[in-house]
């Protein structure tokens, strides 16, 4: 490199000062702090191509701690990427502008991931990490071969993800995954020795990584420990010792760095200390130069992978992986089929493994896994291999007991494309994976959440396994579609659904008791496309309609019975999805949910919400309160989930309107 790569850090830190200062808001003291490594990092290593962000082959770069964002719109503007321009950073954190408070997957390419949540980048890095060594399994060096460079702050590896995360990829041996550690010693309310004493270098050395040292600001010791952390066939952590806010004389090392503007002085003497003289957002001719001629080292590399994949007799498998589009037959049809044949009386957790049989052989795409669960979850179907240090072409992962490691992994994996993943935990520990489910739906990621054990259904284990608010929680998370099917025709269907959801995660919630098929004919539509569905239209005259979800179809089916036996005329309207049935027109939703009948519906999980769609008159059978240890059906009979328990009830509201 000509230029002295002190310079070219120089332009990072004073994109990143001008920026802050011009919003007002922001964090500086990172960008400033890691702007040497970065430096280094993008110019002399990193495989990308900024002409084509998303080439299938370049290597992953991950802020993991996404609130130093102005560290990766500094790079990625300096490199030569397309956005974000100068106007857009000029505007950062403003509406108009790209270059959001924190980095967001879905506004700039070349960001692989939205971070700021700290930890979790890390953790999506190990998908990423994940996905390269499968993909190259299939595909070959040729075709398939990058590194996932990770940046994260005493943050990222103080949060509890950060020991699930570095333990997994420390067992599959991930040797690509090189992370820096920006050692500042400073957080936001001080020193690190406020908080912690852990040795991590010794902490990372135990869960099998390859740790080295530098100075995060001598180029020659950054090199040096990039060479070793190349070198060495392990996962590797380069603890870089750092100073947070590095050329702003006054604040730097301090906290007052962090997440503040330096203020037109600290600026105005950082400037001088730096030796900048350019306006803002300036930077001189010759180091924008040599950025830019940085910039274009990957486009031969990339150029001659392009020859590879065109001369490639698995170049149409591989883009299709990588663009994410299924393949005709999912194999979830001829599943139907069978089903229409001979219906099966299953826990859907079972369906869904059933469904799992034909979508893995169809799709070679998905990986699959558990937290410790595999039995229960029935994630794993009989082709499946482990995915192993030994043998990544293994299309099943052993997450251990790491459910929020699982899913960061999992959006890693999805963001990294090329693999559809899904993995699996018993419904009320989805609070474990909660954070990342949130990313995945933030990200628009297509990450499928086989969550089983979906009520008080499954019994003994008692209330701290049996989920109460889950659905009702997972519902409110935007642009992630909770499906609750109530036998194996709808789990096929819902499956089906989640596959195609290209532009965010689904949770599947099953259960672990037997559910009898309600759909019995084969229909050509998928009717849980729709979200809810009339299963059985009243026979006497309609009164009532009955709306369920899951387990809770089958006792729909008793209550309108017993009505239907009173003369009362009830309607049955299967619900597997709200999002779903929410998207639906008026008439539709009016056509199922008629305003003059009364609408019950029943669900074993918190009442909130329902009244979205019973109305102010209506009625919602549910659990308010946590479950209790017994055999299911002695659970569900306690809480009230028979048709003896519910009609009553029924009943008691029609006199009241009829009363009224
Ligand atoms: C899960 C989570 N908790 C809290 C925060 C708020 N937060 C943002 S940065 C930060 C301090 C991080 O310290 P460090 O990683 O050392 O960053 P540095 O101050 O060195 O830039 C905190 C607590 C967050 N973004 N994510
Ligand atoms: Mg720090």
């Not at 040292?213 to 090199?223: K, N, P, Q, V």
């Not at 350019?278 to 001629?293: G, K, M």
């Not at 194999?331 to 799992?356: C, F, M, N, V, Y």
């Not at 672990?512 to 009339?534: I, K, P, T």
Request: charged share 20%.
């Amino acid at each position: 490199m000509a230029a002295d790569p002190r310079l070219l850090a120089n332009a990072i830190r004073a994109l990143s000062m001008d920026a802050v200062e011009a919003a007002n808001s922001g964090h500086p003291g990172m960008p400033m702090g890691m702007a040497d490594v970065a430096t280094i990092l993008w110019t002399e290593y990193l495989k990308h191509d900024p002409g084509d962000p998303a080439w299938h082959d370049r290597d992953r770069f991950m802020l993991s701690a996404g609130h130093g964002s102005m560290l990766i719109y500094s790079l990625l503007w300096l490199s030569g990427y397309a956005r974000p321009t100068i106007a857009d950073i000029s505007k950062f954190r403003q509406l108009e502008s790209p270059c959001a408070g924190h980095p967001e997957n879905f506004m700039l390419e070349g960001v692989e991931a939205t971070t700021g949540p700290l930890g979790q980048g890390f953790g999506m890095a190990v998908g990423m990490a994940i996905a390269e060594r499968h993909l190259n399994a299939s595909f070959g060096d040729d075709l398939v071969d990058h590194r996932t460079w990770v940046i994260a702050g005493d943050g990222c590896l103080m949060e509890g993800i950060n020991h699930e995360a570095a333990g997994l990829a420390g067992h599959l041996g991930l040797g690509r995954l090189i992370a820096f550690w920006d050692d500042n010693r400073i957080t936001i309310d001080g020193s690190t020795a406020l908080s912690t004493s852990e040795d991590i270098p010794a902490r990372y050395a135990a869960y099998g990584w390859h740790v080295a040292e530098c100075d995060g600001h001598d180029f020659a010791e950054i090199r040096r420990a990039i060479d070793e952390a190349l070198a060495d066939p392990r996962p590797s952590l380069i603890r870089c010792r750092t100073i947070i806010g590095w050329g702003a004389p006054n604040k730097q090392g301090t906290s007052a760095t962090h997440g503040a503007a330096l203020g037109a002085d600290e600026v105005a003497a950082a400037r001088k200390q730096l030796v900048w003289e350019s306006e803002p957002f300036e930077i001189p001719d010759e180091i924008l130069a040599e950025w830019r001629a940085a910039g274009g080292r990957g486009a031969k590399a990339h150029g001659d992978w392009r020859a590879r994949l065109a001369a490639s007799g698995q170049r149409e498998e591989l883009v299709r992986r990588m663009e994410g589009g299924l393949p005709a037959d999912s194999g979830i049809s001829g599943w139907l089929d069978r089903l229409a044949a001979e219906p099966q009386k299953l826990a859907t957790r079972k369906s869904s493994e059933l469904a799992l049989e034909a979508i893995n052989a169809a799709l070679p795409e998905t990986i699959g896994g558990s937290a410790d669960l595999t039995g229960s979850n029935n994630t794993k179907t009989k082709g499946q291999k482990p995915l192993t240090k030994e043998d990544y072409s293994g299309r099943y992962i052993y997450y251990g007991i790491r459910e929020f490691g699982m899913a960061a992994a999992m959006n890693g994996m999805a963001l990294h494309g090329g693999v559809i993943p899904y993995g699996g935990t018993f419904l009320v520990f989805s609070d474990y994976c909660r954070p990342a489910i949130r990313l995945s739906a933030l990200q628009g990621v297509r990450v499928i959440y086989v969550m089983t054990h979906d009520s008080i259904g499954l019994g003994e284990d008692g209330p701290t396994h049996q989920p109460v608010e889950h659905l009702t929680s997972l519902r409110l998370i935007p642009n992630l579609a909770v499906f609750r099917p109530a036998d194996a025709v709808e789990t096929a269907e819902c499956w089906q659904l989640a596959l195609e959801r290209r532009d965010g995660p689904s949770v599947l919630a099953l259960t672990r008791q037997n559910l009898a098929q309600v759909r019995l004919e084969r229909n050509a539509d998928n009717l849980c496309s729709r979200g809810a569905y009339r299963l059985r239209a009243a026979a006497a005259a309609r009164q009532v309609v009955l709306i369920a979800t899951g387990s809770e179809v089958s006792l729909a089916l008793a209550v309108a019975d017993a009505l239907e036996e009173q003369g009362i005329g009830a309607d049955i309207v299967s619900m597997p999805s709200w999002s779903h049935f929410d998207a639906q027109d008026a008439a539709y939703r009016a056509g199922l949910l008629p305003a003059d009948a009364l609408k019950v519906s029943i669900e074993a999980g918190t009442t909130l919400g329902w009244e979205r769609y019973v109305g102010p008159d209506g009625l919602a059978v549910g659990l308010d309160r946590f479950g209790a240890s017994a055999p299911g059906d002695d659970v569900f009979r306690r809480f009230g989930f028979t048709a003896e328990a519910i009609v009553p009830q029924i009943l008691a509201r029609l006199k009241l309107q009829g009363d009224q």
